[in-house]
């Protein structure tokens, strides 16, 4: 019994299927969570930038 390294291989090796077109338009709800994720990161952004510029001090 042989194993052939380049047959097990080639099965990875082989092109992927062409990815299809997004679409244009976009959902309202994708928008809002996107605004919303962005808020919130921009958010937590300047609270930890303030939390490392100024720690409490016990």
């Not at 092109?15 to 994720?37: H, M, N, W």
């Amino acid at each position: 019994m042989t194993f052939s390294t380049f047959s097990s291989a080639s099965k990875f090796l082989q092109p992927a299927p062409p990815a299809s077109a997004p679409s244009i338009g976009c959902e309202g709800g994708a928008i809002f969570d996107l605004i919303l994720g962005l808020a919130v990161e921009a958010g937590l952004f300047v609270y930890l930038g303030a939390a490392l510029l100024r720690p409490d001090r016990c």
